[in-house]
């Protein structure tokens, strides 16, 4: 009898203290973040986007609207920024100024070679790529108003900087209006493309203004406002 009641004791003992093991604690990784898109630096979100690291889009100019610029025919623009371009070459040689042509219209398959060719010869990255030159799609030769110019006198200066330094940069600094022409990337330039002395954009007719009316307004803009005259 007495081991009847220790054993009941002893059951009872254990079914007081006696506790379900807590099942195992599961750790879960966090997501991972879903990958979003970012809008082009200086944009805001949503912000329809019309550039390309800086240059706008141009429509390629139609054949039958090009003039050749050179006795081969190899270099050709728009008639009427031909015409004025041929008047202007002539008036800077009568003055000792020899004004080379050395690019012109370009389409989109040669820019294509001229920005990606270039890329990989150098091992330039993309954007470093296009600080100096446009993609296919963007570039201003596209329009048949653009164009390069060089110093018959110093062809060792062709599109590089020191072009600055020139008779010829010279002479179209101080001319190149007359015949409707301006220099296309000015220093510090509100597209942010680099520097370039050599390359020149025709702005003399309607069609003209309409193509790069967001290119002078964006450099417009970008200038600093007169002072306040004294009253």
């Known amino acids: 009898m007495a081991s009847l009641t220790l054993g009941i004791f002893a059951l009872l003992s254990l079914l007081i203290f006696w506790r379900p093991s807590s099942p195992p604690v599961v750790i879960s990784s966090p997501p991972l973040p879903t990958p979003t898109s970012s809008a082009t630096p200086g944009e805001n979100p949503g912000e329809e986007v019309d550039n390309v690291l800086g240059h706008l889009p141009y429509a390629e100019a139609p054949q039958s609207e090009l003039k050749a610029i050179t006795p081969d025919g190899r270099l050709r623009m728009r008639t009427a920024a031909a015409n004025e371009f041929l008047q202007m070459q002539g008036d800077a040689r009568a003055e000792g100024v020899i004004l080379v042509p050395i690019s012109a219209f370009r389409s989109v398959q040669q820019q294509n070679q001229v920005f990606f ?7 330039q990255q993309v954007r470093e790529r296009a600080e100096v030159s446009a993609p296919p799609g963007y570039s201003e030769h596209h329009t048949g108003y653009a164009i390069d110019i060089g110093d018959g006198h110093a062809p060792g ?19 190149a209006a007359q015949y409707n022409f301006e220099n296309s990337f000015t220093r510090d330039n509100a597209q942010g493309v680099s520097y370039e002395p050599w390359h020149w954009r025709y702005v003399g007719d309607r069609q003209s203004l309409e193509t790069f009316f967001k290119a002078r307004s964006l450099n417009t803009s970008s ?8 009253p």
Do not use: D
């Not at 200066?157 to 179209?172: D, G, I, P």
């Open 117 to 123: 060719g270039v890329k990989q010869q150098r091992n």
């Open 157 to 175: 200066t062709n599109l590089s900087q020191n072009f600055e330094t020139t008779a010829a940069y010279k002479w179209l600094k101080n001319h």
């Open 223 to 230: 200038q600093p406002a007169p002072a306040p005259s004294n």
